[in-house]
């Protein structure tokens, strides 16, 4: 069993930065212009035990390198390959599961980057006695980034444990899944262990313009006067989502 506990944060640090500042300047006694802008950006760096294969299949050479006697000959039992001195030999595939925790990579580690401004601009003032208007426009954008360290990739995983055929990626070295806890060499989880990036960016815009306050005189129901708000606004968002290649394949990432 593998005590995953002492490296997962029971409690997710998170750097923050903000700003805010806002003013206004009276043009007339009645007309008056506005603003306000603010900022924050944010840092959380997420800590999870050492990634691994877990329980994904593998096509798995019979011949494998790493692969003592004893388990190839128990691998191809398995298999219900009839000869298998001859399947070891020529290296046949077989789909297997291969459960190994990297412990050697370290912890994963997700570092999120977030970032937001939004700034509104407008005008304000009075219509008539009882009546006020303002007119105002916002902008905004927000965009996290999320880096992600100590992983490693499936596909080049199984290149690895092919033996890097020919068209395996550059830098392409075999993996010993099957040794004990320092197996893994540094050679070994530099090419199976590649950072990988997300972004997620999001936008917002509006104008409004609002007319309230009252009509100056009353119903013969009450006393009060009648009041009023009335207004129209435009609103527009968007938003999209980037990743690297590792990010668009399902399941490319292991764990």
Known sequence: ???????????????????????????????????????????????????????????LPLNNRFLTPAQSAQLCSFANIADCPTAIASGQEVTAIVARRFVETGPRVGTFTSNMFQITAGARGKL?????????????????????????????????????????????????????EGSLTP?????VGVPTTQTTKSEFSSAQALVSGDLGFSSPFTDSPI????????????????????????????G
Do not use: K
């Open 1 to 59: 069993d593998y005590n995953f506990n002492p490296l997962n944060y029971y409690q997710t640090p998170m750097d923050r930065w903000s700003a805010y500042a806002a003013g206004h300047y009276e043009v007339t006694d009645t007309i008056e212009v506005y603003s306000e802008a603010m900022f924050m950006r944010s840092r959380v760096v997420q800590n999870l035990a050492p990634t691994g294969t877990f329980t994904e299949q593998f096509g």
């Open 187 to 191: 050679a070994m989880l530099a090419f």
């Open 227 to 254: 009041g009023i708000a009335a207004g129209a606004e435009y609103r527009r968002y968007g938003g999209s989502q980037l990743g690297d290649l590792p990010n668009q394949q399902p399941g490319e990432i292991l």
């Open 128 to 180: 008539t006695d009882t009546l006020n208007w303002d007119v105002f426009g916002q902008y905004g954008e927000s965009e996290r980034i999320r880096v992600d360290t100590g992983t490693a990739l499936r596909s080049r995983v199984q290149q690895a444990l092919r033996g890097c055929p020919t068209g395996s990626s550059a830098g392409c070295a075999p993996i010993n899944l099957f040794g004990a």
